[in-house]
């Protein structure tokens, strides 16, 4: 009886899912090492590279090893890192004075990296966080019961242009102050450094899958602190007016590039970025969404390379122009065959 059944169908979809190569033609969304950034973090000294309990198989490199790394994901063909610094907690203080440092770990980190591999596009975070002894991510008013907007938005342009001036291609706000891609547009262009990018954290969420990030630089004081959370600057998860707002003004105040974060748990968002500016669109895979890949994977609950495949290309569908994620340069070596 069954066997008989025919359906009269003119449209039938599979026909184009029949082969490998006719699956290829159709194929509407490509991943290529050219849309990665590598985020790194890089510690004093030249101890071995230090795995990051929370995140398998990323580092926190000297400056010896962390050139190494660099070299080989620009010969993977991924074209930009993310350089955060880890400190020691003793050099932190309240004001996260070490952020204007000129000898600054991550400065070093920035000229050692340009100096050994001049083609790959470099960027580093502005803001506070990996240096203030609360873990915020700008410096707090006298009351101690807010992060102080204007005056953190003073000291981030001042850090810009240490970063424009050790070399860095790309600086990215990651602090979620009011008016800091304005103001770090105007204190670039005065410092002679019109030519310098801002790649903006606009819409940045306040997530719980920072956790393992926080981890890795140590900042997750301010995570913990009740009285004043994250929540009073990054966005709320429920958010997404809220979160195209962010954005456009960040285009306004001069953003060439503009972010989202997280991304796996945020591709309506990225979409809604993408229809409405013509700059190019970024998205972070966050350190917990890393984490979770890795956990499910090494349990052999996930099978590691295609669920890494399938995030990071649900990320590009959506409408990223790029992602930062720390499988960039696994990711990479896969897509090139190695
Ligand atoms: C901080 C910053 C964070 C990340 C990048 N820059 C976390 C935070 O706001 O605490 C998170 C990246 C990740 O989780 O992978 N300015």
């Given at each position: 009886?069954?066997?008989?059944?025919?359906?009269?169908?003119?449209?039938?979809?599979?026909?184009?899912?029949?082969?490998?190569?006719?699956?290829?033609?159709?194929?509407?969304?490509?991943?290529?090492?050219?849309?990665?950034?590598?985020?790194?973090?890089?510690?004093?000294?030249?101890?071995?590279?230090?795995?990051?309990?929370?995140?398998?198989?990323?580092?926190?490199?000297?400056?010896?090893?962390?050139?190494?790394?660099?070299?080989?994901?620009?010969?993977?063909?991924?074209?930009?890192?993310?350089?955060?610094?880890?400190?020691?907690?003793?050099?932190k203080d309240d004001e996260g004075?070490?952020?204007?440092?000129?000898?600054?770990?991550?400065?070093?980190?920035?000229?050692?990296?340009?100096?050994?591999?001049?083609?790959?596009?470099?960027?580093?975070?502005?803001?506070l966080d990996?240096y203030t002894s609360h873990g915020h991510d700008g410096v707090l008013?006298?009351?101690r019961?807010?992060v102080?907007?204007?005056?953190?938005?003073?000291?981030?342009?001042?850090?810009?242009?240490?970063?424009?001036?050790?070399?860095?291609?790309?600086?990215?706000?990651?602090?979620?102050?009011?008016?800091?891609?304005?103001?770090?547009?105007?204190?670039?262009?005065?410092?002679?450094?019109?030519?310098?990018?801002?790649?903006?954290?606009?819409?940045?969420?306040?997530?719980?899958?920072?956790?393992?990030?926080?981890?890795?630089?140590?900042s997750?004081q301010a995570a913990g602190t009740?009285l004043l959370?994250?929540?009073?600057?990054?966005?709320?998860?429920?958010?997404?007016?809220?979160?195209?707002?962010?954005?456009?003004?960040?285009?306004?105040?001069?953003?060439?590039?503009?972010?989202?974060?997280?991304?796996?748990?945020?591709?309506?968002?990225?979409?809604?970025?993408?229809?409405?500016?013509?700059?190019?669109?970024?998205?972070?895979?966050?350190?917990?969404?890393?984490?979770?890949?890795?956990?499910?994977?090494?349990?052999?609950?996930?099978?590691?390379?295609?669920?890494?495949?399938?995030?990071?290309?649900?990320?590009?569908?959506?409408?990223?122009?790029?992602?930062?994620?720390?499988?960039?340069?696994?990711?990479?070596?896969?897509?090139?065959?190695?």
């Amino acid at each position: 009886m069954d066997d008989a059944f025919k359906l009269n169908l003119v449209q039938r979809p599979r026909r184009l899912r029949r082969t490998a190569s006719l699956r290829a033609m159709v194929e509407e969304t490509v991943l290529r090492p050219a849309d990665f950034i590598a985020p790194l973090f890089v510690v004093e000294g030249d101890a071995a590279p230090e795995e990051i309990n929370s995140m398998p198989g990323v580092f926190r490199f000297g400056l010896a090893d962390l050139v190494k790394e660099c070299r080989e994901i620009q010969a993977a063909g991924v074209p930009a890192v993310a350089l955060f610094p880890k400190l020691d907690p003793k050099l932190k203080d309240d004001e996260g004075s070490l952020a204007l440092d000129e000898n600054a770990l991550v400065l070093r980190a920035v000229r050692a990296v340009k100096a050994a591999v001049p083609e790959l596009t470099i960027l580093t975070d502005v803001a506070l966080d990996p240096y203030t002894s609360h873990g915020h991510d700008g410096v707090l008013t006298a009351e101690r019961d807010d992060v102080d907007n204007d005056r953190t938005v003073g000291i981030l342009a001042r850090m810009a242009v240490l970063q424009a001036r050790a070399g860095v291609d790309v600086v990215a706000p990651s602090d979620m102050m009011d008016g800091r891609v304005g103001a770090i547009r105007a204190a670039l262009d005065a410092a002679g450094f019109a030519g310098k990018a801002i790649m903006a954290y606009s819409a940045k969420f306040n997530s719980g899958y920072y956790g393992p990030f926080r981890e890795a630089v140590g900042s997750a004081q301010a995570a913990g602190t009740r009285l004043l959370s994250k929540a009073t600057y990054q966005l709320n998860p429920a958010n997404r007016r809220e979160a195209i707002q962010e954005a456009l003004l960040d285009e306004g105040e001069g953003a060439d590039m503009i972010m989202v974060k997280p991304a796996g748990l945020y591709l309506d968002i990225i979409r809604d970025v993408r229809e409405r500016t013509q700059k190019p669109v970024a998205a972070y895979q966050i350190s917990g969404e890393y984490a979770q890949i890795q956990a499910a994977a090494r349990l052999g609950w996930l099978d590691l390379a295609r669920c890494r495949h399938e995030s990071l290309l649900a990320i590009k569908r959506a409408g990223a122009d790029m992602i930062l994620t720390y499988f960039a340069k696994e990711m990479a070596k896969a897509l090139r065959g190695a």
